[in-house]
């Protein structure tokens, strides 16, 4: 019976990248034939090709092409882990300019604001003022360009004589009387009674 110290080692060394992660930089054990190659991808190609070289060297067709095949397996794992990694890259570029774009975009809208807010009136009085009639001049007819109607000849005379009309001064306020306390009402034993002023 193994250990379980032995089955969760085996677990560990597995050559297959568990849920992406850094591939590139990730340290492998290879076990290749003529023992294990420990290293990252790069490192585990450069050993293989070394190999592949050595065993050509010594006329080993086999050896060479068996570790010519090792050599390719990690090259096929470290090229699709650096075109993840640019895939990812790429999308997050392509997030970036996004964001970039739209920051941009907020910030022309509010600079737009600020340009309409500064150039509006910010005082009511100094803001350009719709024509007022002027009503002294009803009887002229000529200067304003209206034509005068029943109506607006009553409300004209109105206003005029509401303007030629003097105003009685307002009559000042009286103070309010003060009330005196009230006097006890039990009759005065001795009859002397209070004496009127003169």
Request: negative net charge; hydrophobic residues 25%.
């Amino acid at each position: 019976m193994r250990s379980s110290k032995s089955r969760s080692r085996s677990k560990n060394n597995r050559n297959r990248p568990s849920g992406g992660g850094n591939v590139v930089n990730r340290v492998f054990d290879s076990s290749g034939p003529e023992g294990k190659v420990r290293g990252t991808p790069q490192q585990i190609i450069d050993k293989y090709n070394q190999l592949a070289r050595d065993a050509q060297l010594s006329n080993d067709r086999v050896a060479t092409e068996n570790f010519q095949q090792h050599a390719e397996h990690y090259l096929r794992m470290l090229s699709e882990a650096q075109r993840e990694q640019d895939a990812r890259r790429e999308e997050q570029e392509r997030q970036n300019r996004e964001r970039q774009a739209e920051r941009d975009r907020e910030r022309a809208e509010r600079q737009e604001r600020d340009v309409v807010a500064a150039e509006a009136p910010k005082d009511p009085a100094n803001a350009p003022q719709p024509d007022v009639l002027d009503l002294d001049d009803a009887g002229k007819e000529e200067d304003n360009g209206l034509v005068e109607t029943p109506e607006s000849k009553s409300q004209g005379d109105v206003a005029e004589a509401k303007l030629k009309k003097p105003r009685r001064p307002r009559a000042p306020r009286k103070p309010k009387a003060e009330t005196a306390p009230e006097a006890p009402t039990d009759p005065a034993p001795s009859g002397d009674a209070p004496e009127a002023a003169e």
